[in-house]
Structures are given as C-alpha cells and as structure tokens.
C-alpha cells in the first residue's frame, strides 16, 4: 500500500459531482515503474460536452492512452473531470485539446494521445485526435509519426 496518497475522491463516497469545467479536481499518484516505458489507457464511453453555438449535447467516446513518467493520473478524478465537461460549451476538436494539455500539466507524461469519437449529428460524426511526444525524449519523435499516420487505416465503425 502507498503511503502519504492524498487523494480525495477515491474511496469518497459523499462526492460533489461539477457541472461546470473543473481541471483542478484531477489527481496524481505515484508511477512505481518510473523505469518500464509502458501504457496506461482509458476508455470513456459516456463523455458528453454542449455545443458551444447551439447548447445541444454531444456524445463521445473518449479515449486517452499515455505513457507515465513520474506521476499517474487516479482514475475517479479522471471520472470527475471528464463529468465536468457536462454543462462546458467547446466544439469537439477543442475538448479533446483542453483534456490532453490539462493532463500534460498535470503528469508531464512522456507520451499522451486523446481520441474523441464523437456520435454524428446533422449526419456527420467528427473524430478529433491529437497527441504530444515530451521535447528531448524519443516519445517527440513517437508522437510526430502516429500523428502522420494516424488514419492511415481506418478502424471499422459499427458502434454509431
């Protein structure tokens, strides 16, 4: 068991759930294998976030893949935030920004990717996916080359 873990939303069971935008909920914990490059990867299947011109819903799934470096993110804050994205008006592509340059604030991973599948409205879907590499490390030059050949083949969509 861990000791000194400050975390204050896991385990809590009188938790305030944010309607509005809240990066300061997320929480980090220790990466006890600060020597394995390895990835950790979330699926979050019921993300939603309003249009910012019309306040209609959006649905997605996100998901969010890194490679730790000295922290981790805990996965109930993780929960909480992406909660909080509930009520905040952005169009998807800046969603997914804003989750991944909060996360990098938060862990300074050596590698992170989000990948929002959004379901279409008005007949279209809008799939936004980006990524960062940490500078001077070969995860700069990862990130560079999954980004060129991102959708270089297609996963099938069945699911919309």
């Not at 299947?45 to 306040?55: A, D, G, H, R, V």
């Not at 409205?121 to 490390?137: A, E, H, L, M």
């Not at 030059?141 to 050949?149: D, G, M, P, Q, T």
Request: hydrophobic letters at 30%; glycine letters at 4%.
């Amino acid at each position: 068991m861990q000791e000194n873990l400050k975390l204050n939303s896991l385990g809590n069971r009188n938790v305030k759930y944010d309607f509005s935008y809240t990066p300061e909920i997320l929480e980090t914990f220790e990466n006890k294998h600060k020597d394995n490059d390895y990835f950790v990867k979330f699926n979050c299947p019921e993300f939603t976030s309003l249009c910012p011109i019309t306040s209609q819903p959006d649905f997605a799934t996100i998901y969010i893949s890194y490679v730790p470096n000295e922290k981790m993110v805990e996965s109930k804050s993780l929960k909480l935030y992406l909660f909080s994205f509930r009520n905040h008006g952005d169009f998807h592509e800046d969603c997914m920004n804003i989750i991944m340059k909060d996360l990098i604030k938060l862990m300074d991973p050596k590698y992170i990717e989000v990948w929002g599948k959004f379901t279409p409205r008005g007949g279209i879907s809008i799939d936004p996916y980006c990524n960062y590499g940490k500078k001077g490390t070969k995860w700069k030059e990862v990130a560079f080359n999954r980004l060129i050949s991102h959708d270089m083949y297609p996963e099938k969509v069945d699911n919309r």
